[in-house]
């Protein structure tokens, strides 16, 4: 039996409801640690997706497996750097393990050909890793930062795609 396609498709309105949704997964907000301050607030969350989608220089992708959405992927400008590139993606914890993010983040890779890429992931989050890895990133530095979602600094490493 195949796997059920991973497909992305340009992010829409009608989209919200559902990534709000995956966002509120506690679990997964401890993983990716950088997140916002509160992720059930669904004011700031509408107000934040309307500011990405409003703006050209953000590649916002929703994720479909099998025509379901399970999360998104995006290109945005790096905040450190404007004129650098930054990947992200975030998948419905159900579907951890099974080779979605990897799929979905290696079809954004390939729509958006532009190099190099940045990434970046918290020190312990060895899913994220793994996946960024496997689709071509290397470790090229380390920081640390505020990781809402633990309350706390949180060690992160930095990748690019060359």
């Known amino acids: 039996m195949t796997a059920p396609a991973v497909e992305l498709r340009e992010t829409a309105p009608g989209d919200l409801p559902s990534l709000f949704r995956i966002q509120l997964d506690p679990e997964a907000n401890r993983m990716a640690a950088f997140t916002v301050a509160d992720p059930s607030d669904r004011a700031a969350f509408d107000a934040r997706w ?55 983040l290696a079809a954004l890779l390939a729509e958006h050909p532009h190099r190099p890429l940045y990434a970046r992931a918290a020190k312990d989050n060895h899913g994220s890793l793994r996946v960024l890895e496997k689709c071509g990133f290397v470790r090229c530095g380390e920081d640390a930062a505020y990781a809402a979602a633990r309350g706390e600094t949180v060690e992160e490493y930095l990748l690019v795609l060359s």
């Open 50 to 104: 309307e500011r990405f989608l409003g703006d050209p220089g953000i590649v916002s992708r929703t994720v479909l497996l099998g025509g379901e959405v399970v999360g998104s992927a995006a290109v945005y400008p790096s905040h450190d750097d404007p004129g650098a590139r930054e990947v992200t993606y975030w998948i419905a914890r159900e579907h951890w393990g099974r080779g979605v993010a990897g799929r979905a």
